[in-house]
């Protein structure tokens, strides 16, 4: 069985604060991938990374970076220097490996950005 | 626009009519997928494509809900004698499968409302 937890779910920062969003993730595969997705009020679901779980390489594309911990079986996500168009619900997301494509999501973390 | 399209965009029903949604994916993704989102959760799993053929189904989709890809491209999910509970978005998103696994593209969802 697969598990995402999100335990936050919301949070509000004033522009320019530093902001993390935490997840944890429980499977029995071995090999799986995380992902972080961000929905905005239009709905769609926008793409933000992708992670393999034999590379805990940290990642940074701007002003996100994410931080992968298998022996915590983490996958937080930093915001820095927030912004007030980074307002929206972020889920993170697993999948694993084999013959099944199901991606289970978290329950979200609505982040308010405030001017 | 060559991203993940749904449509309608918005659908109010009376409760026990059948309604039908389509999806048109990607150009050239081989794998469609189907999730519900109730307001407050994440989007769940419904449903799996390659190509024409449904590989994966999820509990969560009863005996009134039914998914077809004919030709391997656009996607239908038709609900039958809907129920007030089955109020929800309803998201489609589209994968390219190259021997190995790749993140999933959403379209902005089409939200049906049960009366």
């Known amino acids: 069985a697969q598990k995402v937890t999100q335990a936050q779910t919301e949070i509000s920062v004033v522009e320019k604060e530093d902001v993390t969003l935490d997840c944890v993730y429980e499977?029995?595969?071995?090999?799986?991938?995380l992902f972080w997705y961000k929905q905005p009020p239009s709905g769609e679901l926008v793409f933000l990374i992708r992670?393999?779980?034999?590379?805990?390489q940290n990642e940074i594309s701007g002003r996100y970076s994410w931080n992968f911990q298998k022996s915590t079986s983490s996958f937080n996500f930093t915001i820095t220097a927030s912004q007030v168009v980074d307002s929206a619900v972020y889920f993170c997301?697993?999948?694993?490996?084999?013959?099944?494509?199901?991606?289970?999501f978290g329950i979200g973390t609505k982040l308010q950005v405030i001017p | 626009d060559t991203g993940v399209s749904q449509n309608p965009r918005h659908k109010i029903t009376k409760r026990g009519q059948n309604v039908t949604f389509r999806c048109d994916p990607i150009?050239?993704?081989?794998?469609l997928y189907w999730y519900r989102q109730t307001l407050g959760q994440g989007p769940e799993f419904l449903t799996y494509f390659q190509n024409e053929a449904q590989l994966e189904k999820s509990r969560l989709l009863s005996d009134r809900f039914s998914a077809e890809r004919p030709k391997g491209s656009f996607s239908t999910l038709e609900i039958q004698r809907t129920e007030q509970g089955d109020s929800a978005m309803y998201l489609c998103a589209s994968s390219l499968a190259l021997g190995g696994n790749t993140e999933a593209f959403f379209g902005q969802g089409t939200r049906l409302t049960v009366v």
């Open positions: 992670r393999n779980s034999f590379d805990e």
């Open positions: 997301a697993l999948r694993g490996t084999g013959g099944y494509q199901k991606v289970t």
């Open positions: 499977t029995r595969d071995t090999t799986y991938y």
């Open positions: 150009s050239e993704h081989n794998r």
